[in-house]
Structures are given as structure tokens and as C-alpha cells.
């Protein structure tokens, strides 16, 4: 579904991403970890065409997408939930949820995304009318993922979902992703909580300096030792 390969990512002239290749067949999690700074974000970014890349290709069911808008992006079936949530405090979470819609495919079958949003996140319903800004911080969790699944994607990109969450809401945060993707949703996840995420992902990719330190499938990441020591703290 998504094939990214051999991309170089610069801030100015600040290069964060070097040489990086990975795939993404639909229907899987991938996950992405790695410390602070080693470029998940970047990546995330560049995929979504907040960044451009320098070199390398990045395609999405068959189609070049490097170097268009964000906004060609989101249509084509993409949606990043960004770090932080980035919400708009000072609207409610049913205006918030309706800025996830302005998709154009997506507009038209907004009230129906929306109870489907309603079923993943039941509290959202209840809170609709209330500002973003009085939300805690799990609740605000929800409606930026809600937001993200808004557009009606194929594909989720979510960066560090858990950051910030008690553990019930981390534990619920992650059961959501692999709901969906029960659903038929595929998901490229990063995150810092990495046994979680190894444990509920298909494969993943270890990021470290802004290049691929390593890959493959989860089970026999987990018995690495750069993620025992580095990652797993074991
Ligand atoms: P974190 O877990 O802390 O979010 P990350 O793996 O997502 O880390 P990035 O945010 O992608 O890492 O950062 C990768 C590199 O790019 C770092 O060296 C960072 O300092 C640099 N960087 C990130 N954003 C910018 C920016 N806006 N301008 C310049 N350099 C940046």
C-alpha cells in the first residue's frame, strides 16, 4: 500500500533522514520506534507532505505522492494524527470532529463517520458540545484520532498516540489502533512504548539517527538485542 524508498529529509540545511526505505502492506500495523530526535516525526511529516524529501519516492496505492500538498494527500486516503494532538482548544469536540471531514469524499457521509467515531469513542458523544481546551488529556487523545478518522482514510499515520496517558488510557489507546485495524484500517504507528506497540504490530522499523538500525517482524525484534537493551530496558 505504501512504499517509501530511500528518503532523504532536510530542515534547511539540517539533514534528519537518511537513505530511509520501508513498506506498508494494507491491512498491517507497522510500527516505528526509536529515541528522541531519531526522526520518526520527520518521517511522518514527509509522508503526510508537511516535509518535502530531497531524494527518494514515496508512493501510495500505485501513485508517486512525494511532493504533493497535504491537503491532495489527506484526499488520496492518508490522515496524521500529529504529536501532541494539536487540537483546536478554543472550538468544541464536534467542531473539531467536523474539521476532520473537510475532505471532499468524506463531507458528504460526515453524520455517518461520525457515529462510527461515536462507537470507537462513546465519551465524544457525550462531550460534543464542550471546548477541547476542558478535555483531559486521554479524552483529548480521542478526538484528535476521531478528527484523523474523520477524512475516511485507508491509511493512519499516528505519532506517539500514548504520550502523556495514564496506563488504562495507554492500554485503551492501543486496543482502539488494533480494533481498527480489525476493521480493515492499516496503520503506521510511532511510539516510544515500544514492547505495546511491538506487541500489537505486525512488523516494525527501529529508527536511530534519522536511518533504518533495523527491521522486520515483531516477534524477532523483540529478541534483538539493541531493543532488549535499548528499548525493552532488559
Ligand atoms: P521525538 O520522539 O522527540 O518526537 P523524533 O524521532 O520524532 O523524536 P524528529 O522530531 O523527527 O525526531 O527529529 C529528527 C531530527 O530533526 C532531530 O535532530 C531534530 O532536532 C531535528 N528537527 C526536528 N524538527 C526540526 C525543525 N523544525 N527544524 C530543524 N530541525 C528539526
Not at 530531497?54 to 491537503?71: E, K, Y
Not at 469536540?93 to 474539521?99: C, S, T
Amino acid at each position: 500500500m505504501l512504499e517509501i524508498s530511500n528518503i532523504d529529509t532536510y530542515y534547511g540545511k539540517a539533514q534528519a533522514l537518511w537513505d530511509v526505505s520501508l513498506s506498508v502492506d494494507e491491512g498491517e500495523i507497522v510500527a516505528l520506534v526509536g529515541s528522541n530526535g531519531a526522526g520518526k516525526t520527520t518521517l511522518l511529516k514527509t509522508l503526510s507532505g508537511v516535509l518535502r524529501p530531497a531524494s527518494g519516492t514515496v508512493t501510495f496505492l500505485g501513485q508517486r505522492i512525494d511532493g504533493l500538498a497535504p491537503h491532495s494527500i489527506v484526499e488520496m486516503g492518508i490522515s496524521h494524527i500529529p504529536e501532541g494532538r494539536r487540537l483546536f482548544t478554543q472550538m468544541s469536540v464536534g467542531e473539531n470532529l467536523e474539521m476532520g471531514a473537510y475532505v471532499h469524499a468524506a463531507w458528504k457521509r460526515r453524520e455517518e463517520t461520525l457515529d462510527q467515531v461515536h462507537e470507537i469513542f462513546p465519551v465524544l458523544k457525550e462531550r460534543q458540545g464542550q471546548l477541547a481546551s476542558t478535555l483531559s488529556g486521554g479524552e483529548q487523545q480521542m478526538v484528535a484520532m476521531g478528527r484523523g478518522l474523520m477524512s475516511r482514510p485507508r491509511l493512519c499515520l499516528f505519532d506517539e498516540p500514548s504520550y502523556g496517558l495514564a496506563p488504562m488510557l495507554v492500554t485503551e489507546i492501543f486496543r482502539v489502533i488494533q480494533d481498527l485495524r480489525n476493521q480493515g484500517m492499516t496503520v503506521l504507528l510511532v511510539e516510544q512504548n515500544v514492547r505495546q506497540s511491538l506487541e500489537i504490530a505486525d512488523r516494525a522499523c527501529v529508527l536511530e539517527n534519522g536511518r533504518i538500525a533495523l527491521a522486520g517482524e515483531c516477534e524477532a525484534l523483540l529478541e534483538e538485542e539493541l531493543v532488549k537493551k535499548a528499548y525493552l530496558g532488559l
